[in-house]
């Protein structure tokens, strides 16, 4: 316990020291607030919009939420079913890959034009920038069936459904997770992408409109709180991780007791 | 039910054209019912390759191997498999992973028959430990008892004791030759040890490598059970001479 505290102290320090920085550079070189707040006008500015930051961070944790979910509900299956397949891997992978190097942000505009402004194509292009990670690491996880394990399986006569689902979906577990952590902080990304195409709500939209009317006091609260939104997020998938792969040696090392 | 071996004329290579690997070449082996031989040889001799061809992991290449009087095209529902490493699923207890080959082969749950086993190995108090909280040995011993589980009358073991200490592995040695005396399995143990070759097995098969073949097969006339004083008895010298004399011609030294 005494450990965990003060393993906690030194994320907090670097906050302070860079509040501190930030502050000291406002007073030192005359910074006017319309460039950069100062870090109390930031929390002032919190505190009175309280309700109206949480309203629209809500609408924004719903579609980083859906879209994180369509990644899961769309990318494991769909890398069992390229794992499966080699045929249909060969002739799918290449061109997945390459719509990776392409920026999917660009495609946002073209999501609003053809399925309009409502919470479908929201979560569409949320989708599309968080499902990658989910993909690729399930299909590496399904693949890190080493030899002897594979023999296992074989001598101990398990079909190819029950080698799935004995051994190779626990088995990539570890690395589904691992893509899952990065999929859940795209998916803010793309949550707000999806916002600033089309949207009359949100965090997005607040960004934008607070870029238009120069409220550089609002900007930074918005900030604040997709900070806030993606990092609850990702803890929370690193808390079912905990729960889900006890066994797995990433999460025993980290504590030696349990 | 124990079941006798019979390998006939039996070649695996590996790959085809120049890069191919002949692993073995032309072996000729019966095991009796019961029998416990021993197969050595220095790495790369193709012990591994002859385990796994009678286990019916993969395919022998040409000849033909009979369980029974069955041929072996896969593996069977009669054959326990040991592998150099436990193996375990991590996310398993002591007792479902012994338990595995039961649920994978929809036989029906024996609690008894997991707890006797267990007991037989010394893991009695373990069964709801994860495989990550025990020792190699101990783990080693879970995968044994997994191999027993089904109760096979046929026992493959690939170097099971190979990474463990030399003092877990003599006591391992120990409860596997209980084991076997207990149940009259016939058994194939791969190792690179000749000490423990000569301790358990009624014969030992010496391989030479690069094609594998058998070089010679050696009885170890020792009366059982054995334990470790029988290392100061002359047959047992004779034995190991012998073995390490046949090691040594074919140019590889332990």
Redesign the interface.
């Known amino acids: 316990m005494i450990g965990r505290t003060f393993a906690l102290l030194y994320p907090v320090a670097t906050l302070v020291a860079l509040v501190a920085i930030w502050y000291g550079a406002v007073k030192i070189f005359h910074v006017p607030a319309y460039l950069l707040p100062l870090p109390g006008d930031v929390i002032e500015r919190i505190r009175e919009d309280f309700w109206f930051l949480l309203h629209h961070s809500w609408i924004t944790t719903g579609i980083t939420l859906g879209g994180f979910l369509l990644s899961i509900l769309i990318g494991v299956p769909l890398a069992i079913v390229l794992v499966a397949s080699k045929t249909l891997e060969r002739a799918v992978m290449p061109w997945l890959i390459l719509s990776q190097t392409f920026p999917k942000v660009a495609l946002a505009p073209l999501v609003v034009v053809w399925f309009g402004l409502g919470l479908g194509p929201k979560l569409a292009v949320t989708f599309l920038v968080a499902f990658f990670p989910v993909l690729v690491s399930t299909i590496v996880g399904l693949r890190s069936m080493?030899r002897?394990?594979i023999?296992?399986a074989?001598?101990?006569?398990?079909s190819t459904l029950?080698t799935f689902w004995?051994?190779r979906l626990?088995l990539a577990l570890p690395n589904i997770f691992a893509g899952m952590k990065v999929s859940v902080a795209f998916s803010v990304v793309g949550a707000v992408i999806a916002e600033w195409v089309g949207a009359n709500a949100g965090l997005g939209y607040l960004l934008l409109q607070a870029n238009a009317n120069l409220d550089t006091g609002l900007l930074f609260a918005v900030l604040v709180a997709l900070m806030i939104i993606g990092v609850v997020l990702y803890y929370a998938v690193e808390l079912i991780e905990r729960l889900v792969?006890p066994?797995?040696?990433t999460i025993?090392l980290q504590n030696p007791s349990a | 039910m124990a079941q006798p071996i019979t390998i006939r004329d039996v070649s695996k290579t590996f790959g085809s054209g120049p890069s191919s690997v002949q692993a073995l070449q032309r072996i000729d082996l019966d095991v009796g019912a019961g029998e416990f031989v021993a197969i050595v040889g220095a790495s790369g001799c193709g012990k591994s390759t002859m385990l796994?061809l009678v286990?019916g992991?993969s395919a022998p290449t040409s000849g033909r191997i009979e369980i029974g009087g069955q041929c072996v095209s896969?593996?069977g529902?009669g054959?326990?498999?040991v592998?150099?490493?436990p193996?375990l699923?991590?996310?398993r207890n002591v007792e479902q992973n012994v338990q595995?080959?039961l649920?994978?082969?929809r036989s029906g749950n024996d609690p008894q028959r997991i707890q006797a086993l267990l007991d037989l190995v010394g893991l009695r108090g373990f069964e709801r430990s994860?495989p990550?909280e025990l020792s190699g040995g101990m783990q080693q011993r879970v995968a044994l008892c997994r191999a027993l589980v089904t109760d096979p009358s046929l026992l493959l073991m690939d170097e099971p004791f190979g990474a463990l200490d030399a003092l877990t592995r003599e006591q391992m040695n120990l409860e596997l030759q209980r084991i076997w005396l207990e149940t009259g399995k016939t058994v194939l143990l791969i190792t690179h040890s000749i000490t423990e070759a000569v301790m358990l097995a009624d014969r030992v098969v010496v391989m030479t490598p690069r094609p594998g073949r058998i070089r010679e097969i050696i009885e170890v006339d020792l009366p059982r059970p054995r334990d470790f004083t029988a290392l100061r008895q002359t047959a047992f010298h004779e034995a190991c001479d012998r073995i390490r004399l046949l090691m040594n011609a074919s140019g590889f030294v332990e």
């Open positions: 080493e002897e394990m023999e296992l074989s001598a101990v006569r398990a029950q004995h051994f626990p792969i066994w797995h040696s025993r | 796994r286990g992991l896969e593996p529902p054959i326990g498999i592998f150099q490493t193996v699923l991590p996310w595995l080959p649920v994978i082969q994860r990550f």
